[in-house]
């Protein structure tokens, strides 16, 4: 019985896991800074022409222009 339920058990751990793994390469590549501020995040002016958006859901994205 024990065995029966360390197989089950490991077999679930395995479903979630690939289940966070596929979840987090779903990430968008850049938000707008709406998307990040409505996230949660708050948008941070790295150099003129880079902005990262730093908090939130979407924490180390790059605001898109």
Avoid: D, E, H, Y
């Avoid at 002016?45 to 994205?61: A, W």
Wanted: charged share 5%; aromatic share 4%; with cysteine.
């Amino acid at each position: 019985m024990r065995r029966i339920a360390a197989a089950v058990s490991t077999a679930l751990l395995g479903v979630s896991l690939a289940g966070f793994s596929g979840t987090a390469t779903a990430a968008p590549a850049s938000v707008t800074a709406n998307q990040c501020m409505l996230g949660g995040g708050q948008v941070v002016v790295v150099s003129p022409t880079l902005k990262v958006c730093s908090g939130g859901i979407f924490n180390g994205q790059i605001v898109k222009p």
